[in-house]
Structure formats: C-alpha cells, structure tokens
C-alpha cells in the first residue's frame, strides 16, 4: 500500500476518523464507535500504532480512504466491522471471519490460555475441539501446545471451510472433520481424546432480545442460540460423548452461559465426571466449565 497520498485524496487520516467515529456513535456509543474505527483502521492500513501516529496527519491513501468510505454505510447497518474487514484477531494469530462463522471474543482466548496452561508440560496429547467455527480454539491450542495432536468438528461445511483456511494461513496442523454432536452416530469412528473442548450454542431465544444487532442480524444463528426449554442441549451431549471418548484422567473444558453455572457443575456430577470446577473469565463471571473423567 503506497504510504502517502495521491493527488486526488482530499481527507487526512484523522479526518476520517472523526468521519467514522460521527457517523456511527450514536448507534454505539463513543467508547465502542472508537474501538471499532481502530480496528478497522488498523485493518486497511497494515500500519502498526507507531506508524500510524506518525501518518496521522498526513493525507489519507486514496485506496484506503474508498475502503473506509464504503465501510461507513455498512456499518451504520450494524454489520460487525470483523466481517466488513474480512479478518480478526484471536491469541495473537490472524484469522479470516466471513458470515457463517462467529467473531472469536476475548472470553474464549481466555479459555484457550487456560487450557495450554495446564497442559503445556504434559507433552503428546490429544485435543478435540467441538464445534469450532472459524477453527480459533483448535488452531490456536495447536499453535501454543505444538506436540498435541488436535482435531476439530463442525456441523457446516462454510465453518469448516474457512477453519481449514486459517489453520493453513496460520500453519497450524490440525484435522478438521464434519460431525453433529447431537447424533452421536456421525461420532462414534472419532477416537480417545486427553482434552475435549467446546463453546457450544448457549444464549437462550429468550436474551435474544438484550443482544445487540450485530450479533443477531449477522451472526449464524445455529452458533448461538438455544431453546428456553433445554438449554443445555449441546452441553448434554458433548459431556456424553466424553464418557465414552475421554482418555482416563481427560479433561472437559466448555465455555458456558453465565447464568446455567450450578446447573451445568450438577450435570456433569450426575454424569460421573469428578474435580468439577466453574471459572471465572476476567470480567468476573461464570463463564467457564471444567471436569475430569475417571
């Protein structure tokens, strides 16, 4: 990307960004109309903070003035600027995002670290990651713990898709395979697991109404939400499949609803996991599951 402007740009790099930050704060907010004009700043520049600061004042690349000229109708419309830019970040690693996959939060690379944490002495070990949409879990587990064998599951074909596209753009080795965690028959070829890791579909129909149009205007649906009537579906049956798919002394690992602690720890109880746990994320909610199998 040429770093100076062209005879026809016409705005600085700082106007547009109070151009952005108008246009779309009252929609979200100052705060979060800022952090999403960074991020897409950061995005069509490539320029790192350093840099950037010092071409702040400069005109604007023409190329990257048009970018952020057609994002700023997008955004309006509540697209998330993940999939306007076509990229995200996830445990330090690049990742393609497009509609079809969630946008990784920060609440699941908390979840990655705790899991490399714990085993990052152990050595060759088994990790399966169910449910894996964009691959960000499995790609970045297998990135952190380089002599674990990782394998991940999805239901559709566009996740698996670009999961594998990641991982290969990453140089991350793992097997990705298409299964349905709730038939149990398209999982029974999968082999012994040390860690079984999942952020299944937890938000019931009823918090659709408290989520933001982002979320449930461009985000899959099938990723996310549950019915009121069993929203433990998805836990229920990965903790079953477990049973049967946990090496002896496995851990299970999920990212769970803040709300459904309690009833989650008394699940896996009833099912016979053991050393039963639920962590806190870093914005001190309930937010993860951990059990061990015996």
């Not at 109880?269 to 039963?276: H, K």
């Not at 806190?280 to 993860?288: A, V």
Request: charged share 20%; net charge negative.
């Amino acid at each position: 990307m040429t770093i100076f402007a062209g005879q026809n740009a016409n705005m600085t790099y700082k106007e547009l960004e109070f151009k952005v930050i108008n246009a779309i704060s009252g929609l979200y907010g100052h705060n979060e109309a800022r952090s999403v004009q960074r991020f897409l700043f950061a995005c069509f520049s490539g320029f790192d903070s350093a840099r950037y600061l010092i071409l702040r004042n400069e005109t604007a690349d023409k190329d990257f003035e048009n970018k952020v000229e057609q994002a700023i109708p997008r955004l309006i419309q509540y697209e998330p600027v993940q999939y306007i830019t076509g990229k995200t970040w996830f445990c330090g690693n690049e990742l393609s995002v497009r509609p079809g996959v969630l946008v990784p939060r920060p609440e699941t690379e908390n979840l990655v670290i705790k899991i490399a944490e714990r085993n990052k002495s152990k050595g060759q070990i088994s990790i399966l990651d169910i449910g894996t949409g964009s691959g960000a879990i499995a790609i970045s587990l297998s990135l952190f713990l380089a002599s674990a064998r990782v394998e991940a599951i999805d239901i559709s074909e566009v996740a698996l898709s670009i999961a594998k596209e990641n991982a290969y753009a990453n140089k991350a080795e793992v097997g990705f395979f298409k299964n349905d965690i709730l038939n149990l028959s398209t999982t029974n070829e999968l082999p012994l697991y040390h860690v079984i890791v999942s952020n299944p579909p937890y938000i019931r129909q009823s918090e659709r109404r408290m989520m933001s149009r982002n979320v449930i205007d461009y985000e899959p649906e099938i990723a996310l939400f549950v019915e009121d009537s069993d929203p433990l579906v998805y836990y229920r049956a990965i903790a079953g499949f477990a049973l049967s798919h946990l090496e002896p002394g496995g851990e299970l690992w999920f990212e769970i609803n803040e709300s459904e602690g309690e009833n989650i720890m008394s699940l896996l109880n009833n099912m016979g996991f053991r050393n039963i746990e639920i962590i806190q994320d870093l914005n001190s909610k309930p937010r993860y599951a951990f059990a061990e199998l015996y």
